[in-house]
């Protein structure tokens, strides 16, 4: 792991705690709603999203995965395994979520999903380029993970954290989009 990348996620993610709630709040929704009106989203049946953290101020998904599930959608979402490693489970009730070591909601267990089915995958990341290099937390899971599927790879991000360009290394999946408050860009 680079040591630029290790400083950027620092100093991004102290960047995004001192966001105003309110703010963060709107961003997140009108994200969401450039979400659930994309074609990308209609079109797809199989979604694949993570539960966002408040701690780290992520924009937002849980509207989104309640609205998933209440669109007929089959909700796919990321339990950690050992090895840096996910396994991806089908989740019909956010209820029956757990928390955890690292304050993540992550499923239970139950149906295990095939990353090959996921048609959309939505990612977790602290910033992106416009050229699809996407910056992680640093652990390598949603990286992994992608090599193993053909889904549409999205990113949702406040456009401030739309950087010029993001160091890419050998091991790093890009983003085929990302949507901020103005809009999906595909990269």
């Not at 609205?67 to 950690?80: E, H, N, T």
């Not at 149906?111 to 380029?129: F, G, Q, S, T, W």
Request: with cysteine; net charge positive; glycine share 8%.
């Amino acid at each position: 792991m680079s040591a630029v990348k290790q400083e950027l996620r620092k100093k991004l993610i102290s960047q995004r705690r001192q966001l105003d709630i309110s703010y963060a709040n709107s961003v997140s929704g009108q994200i969401t709603e450039h979400l659930i009106s994309s074609s990308v989203y209609e079109q797809s049946s199989v979604v694949h999203c993570y539960a966002s953290m408040k701690a780290n101020n992520e924009i937002s998904t849980w509207s989104i995965l309640k609205k998933v599930i209440s669109d007929g959608k089959s909700l796919v979402m990321s339990k950690m395994s050992s090895e840096f490693s996910l396994k991806h489970y089908f989740v019909e009730d956010l209820g029956n979520l757990k928390i955890n070591k690292f304050g993540i909601a992550e499923p239970r267990g139950g149906e295990e999903a095939n990353p090959r089915e996921l048609e959309l995958i939505i990612i977790p990341m602290l910033a992106c380029d416009k050229k699809g290099n996407r910056l992680g937390y640093g652990a390598g899971y949603y990286d992994r993970f992608l090599k193993k599927s053909n889904g549409f790879r999205l990113g949702l991000c406040d456009q401030q954290f739309v950087l010029d360009e993001i160091q890419s290394e050998v091991h790093d999946q890009k983003l085929h989009g990302y949507i901020t408050q103005n809009g999906l860009i595909i990269c």
